[in-house]
């Protein structure tokens, strides 16, 4: 009897019962019985088997030839020839085997596995994986297992087939979908063609979960430090701790230690970093830095924190790092807090002092440190038609130079929101009280004080709106004027210290407050009116604000008598105007500017303006430029940074940060990046200025094999905050192959 075609036999199985087993139980095609039946009644999961000849024995061995094709669920192999195994659930393919499982696809010259368990093995095996997205060749594939197979004397990419820009050459590579971790031996990275690493061990995620294990090296050069090299350590302790442990090798200096040990609970986290440089070769001493940061969460509204930072030197950050958040830091915190907030009602309890790092060109003063500080804050709305305000504080101010001193301030405050959909007015009327005992270290010979002030202010706005239409797009234009009255009595301040008091920078938001000091020594006296006017436009759909504008100015009744280090008195009988501009002007174009302008002198006092341009992703261009008009310390800088596609794969990146008062570059940045699809490089140069006359210059260069990992000196930190709106290089999207389930 000639053996039913593939389609042929198909059809009739699905419209005719077969019985396939003669009394000999040789396998042959009889009505009344389906081809599912010749597999083992216990089989939990359907097999079916196609093929253009089948051959075999009840409850033995099946064998097919041509165009050989079983399907199992999650599983599905091809082949020109074919036997399966019943009592045993395997198959033995040959010729063009290809299998795919659960997305994954292999093909070679031989297959034999177990279904059930997914274990046997592959000569010369082609492979393509889908998560991640790789593929390679071997000399053998064993299936050791579900999510488990092992790779011998093979290759591994994540590069799209037919490129192999970048590959694994390994002994053995272990591949773990259960850990998700790829584990090579006797392992050499080849780039173009060109091995540059071999390592006997590695291991890598095959997803961004975190996997204790080293990280790939990085090397660069500083100009404070010479050549660079680092090998960090990462340890998943568990999934709410880990660590790194870095050493690094300083040409010029020697090898330096770094760790850093992070950990997260619902009710608690923080991190504490360690640095070590023993015997710096060009310091001539041992370095180090210390950080901690905890924060806890205690319940019912109780929360702390302990913040603790060191170093052995005032210069350890401008020699030892190339960020500016670190070159940039003076007063190095040891800050204890103990807070509560619940019912109304705020406080905090601090302990704070601080290590003063000194620029020999540029000294600065130690603040005072706050041996302790506490600080009450209460607010209680509609009690029962007037809102109840409290703000108390009691601070021990502690200098080994200047006045040592405590301080208690008291004000409490009641006002009444009068409130409509269209407008507002707030009356509110406080009383702030201070109270000053000198401590035995008092080298000004100020006495014990007392100081009352009576507060009163008024707060008034109106809201009104209208539907306007520009380029064909419906806006809601909002119009928002506001006066804001405030009324403070003369006292004479001139006999109190100064401790943590300061002048605050004169801005839109600082318009509207009591106070034009910052910290409690100081109390301006007052009778003024701030007039503002905001317009925006927002979208009506989803409320989004498109552009933003507002000017305001402050008008005085009387002069200024109450000022910080006893000059001369505000005569002015008005404030510089402020006015300031943000939103989307265009398609792919933001503006951000703010501007200070002097009417009595026609000058601006300060300018800021921001313009952005970025069409798309990986594609942006920044314009600043900023100026202050002071006598001590002027500011003229122009800022530009981009992210721009070249040419092809190729994409340059900068940043010039210029002080045209000084004629110096603050910042500067030049590199490149190349997308090779698979891999990218990078190239940066940096330059900072540390210092009054120090400057740190660093080249990085970096090699990242996506799937794999970063080879090199990591330059994304500093890209990220040079170039506002940049976008790291990514691999692109692959679609993957979807397989049919059965």
């Known amino acids: 009897m000639r053996p039913l075609p593939l389609t042929l036999a198909v059809f009739v199985l699905l419209a005719l019962p077969f019985d396939l087993y003669a009394e000999d139980d040789t396998l042959e095609l009889r009505p009344q019985t389906s081809l599912i039946n010749v597999f083992p009644a216990d089989e939990q999961t359907p097999i079916f088997l196609d093929a253009d000849r089948m051959s075999g024995h009840r409850n033995a061995e099946i064998q097919a030839d041509g165009e050989c094709v079983l399907r199992k669920r999650g599983q599905l192999i091809d082949a020109d020839h074919l036997i399966y195994n019943q009592p045993e659930d395997e198959v033995h393919a040959l010729g063009n085997v290809r299998i795919e499982q659960n997305g994954n696809v292999t093909t070679g010259p031989e297959l034999k596995m177990k279904l059930e368990t997914q274990q046997g093995f592959m000569r010369e095996p082609v492979y393509l994986l889908q998560q991640p997205v790789a593929h390679g060749v071997g000399e053998n594939l064993e299936f050791l297992g579900k999510n488990r197979q092992r790779l011998t004397r093979g290759t591994y990419t994540t590069c799209a087939e037919g490129n192999n820009d970048w590959f694994l050459r390994v002994g053995e590579l272990e591949l773990d979908r259960t850990t998700q971790t790829g584990t090579a031996y006797n392992a050499s990275i080849y780039f173009k063609g060109v091995p540059f690493l071999y390592t006997p061990w590695l291991n890598f995620p095959l997803t961004d979960e975190r996997k204790s294990g080293f990280?790939?090296?990085?090397?660069?050069?500083?100009?404070?430090?010479g050549a660079e090299f680092s090998l960090p350590y990462y340890w998943n302790i568990a999934p709410e701790q880990d660590a790194t442990i870095t050493p690094r090798i300083l040409a010029r200096r020697g090898l330096q230690l770094k760790g850093e040990y992070r950990y997260l609970n619902p009710m608690y986290s923080g991190q504490s970093r360690a640095e070590l440089l023993p015997n710096d070769s060009l310091a001539g001493q041992s370095r180090y830095a210390l950080?901690?940061?905890?924060?806890q969460n205690f319940g019912a509204g109780w929360a702390g924190s302990l913040n603790v930072q060191k170093a052995s030197d005032d210069n350890y950050f401008r020699d030892l790092t190339t960020t500016l958040a670190s070159t940039s830091q003076v007063n190095l915190p040891r800050d204890a807090m103990l807070s509560y907030n619940g019912h109304?009602?705020?406080?905090?309890g601090r302990m704070l002092s601080y290590q003063t790092l000194q620029d020999p060109l540029a000294p600065v003063g130690k603040p005072y440190s706050l041996a302790p500080q506490l600080l009450v804050n209460g607010l209680w709305r509609n009690f029962p038609a007037v809102d109840l305000?409290?703000?108390?504080?009691?601070?021990d101010f502690r200098h080994t130079t200047l006045v040592n001193g405590k301080r208690l301030t008291f004000y409490p405050n009641v006002s009444m929101p009068l409130q409509q959909s269209f407008a507002y007015i707030t009356p509110k009327l406080g009383m702030h009280m201070t109270r000053y005992v000198l401590g035995d270290n008092n080298v000004a010979v100020l006495p014990d004080a007392t100081r009352t002030l009576p507060i009163f202010s008024v707060d008034s706005g109106l809201f009104l709106e209208r539907d306007v239409q520009l380029r064909n797009h419906e806006f809601i234009q909002t119009l928002e004027p506001r006066l804001y009255y405030l009324y403070v009595p003369y006292r004479?301040?001139?006999?109190?210290?100064?401790?943590?008091?300061?002048?605050?920078?004169?801005?839109?938001?600082?318009?509207?407050?009591?106070?034009?000091?910052?910290?409690g020594d100081r109390i301006n006296d007052a009778n003024q009116v701030t007039a503002a006017l905001t317009s925006r436009l927002l979208d009506p759909d989803n409320g989004q604000e498109w552009i933003r504008a507002a000017i305001g100015q402050r008008y005085y009744f009387k002069e200024q008598q109450v000022t910080l280090d006893g000059s001369a008195g505000r005569t002015d009988k008005s404030s510089d105007i402020l006015a300031a501009f943000s939103g989307r002007v265009a398609p792919f174009w933001n503006v951000d500017?703010?501007?200070q302008y002097n009417t009595g002198q026609q000058q601006f006092q300060k300018t800021g303006v921001g313009v952005r341009y970025q069409p798309a992703v990986g594609k942006v261009l920044n314009l600043g430029y900023r100026f202050?008009?002071?006598?001590?310390?002027?500011?003229?800088?122009?800022?530009?940074?981009?992210?721009?596609?070249?040419r092809g794969r190729w994409q340059g990146v900068g940043r010039w940060n210029y002080s045209l008062q000084d004629r110096i570059i603050l910042e500067g940045l030049a590199g490149l990046e190349y997308n090779g699809g698979c891999w990218a490089a990078r190239v940066v140069m940096h330059r900072l200025a540390t210092a009054t006359a120090q400057t740190s210059n660093s080249i990085f260069f970096q090699l990242e094999l996506f799937g794999m990992g970063k080879i090199g000196a990591d330059p994304l930190d500093i890209l990220k905050r040079n170039i506002s709106g940049y976008a790291p290089t990514l691999k692109p999207s692959t679609p993957a192959t979807t397989y049919d389930q059965f």
């Open 628 to 646: 202050t008009r002071d006598m001590l310390n002027p500011i003229k800088q122009l800022d530009i940074s981009a992210q721009w596609p070249l």
């Open 492 to 519: 004479d301040q001139s006999r109190l210290p100064i401790f943590d008091t300061g002048l605050a920078d004169f801005n839109y938001a600082q318009m509207f407050s009591e106070n034009q000091f910052v910290g």
């Open 291 to 295: 950080s901690l940061l905890h924060m």
């Open 215 to 225: 990280l790939t090296p990085s090397f660069g050069t500083s100009g404070n430090s």
């Open 593 to 595: 500017t703010g501007v």
């Open 389 to 395: 305000g409290l703000t108390g504080e009691w601070v």
């Open 344 to 348: 109304g009602l705020s406080f905090l």
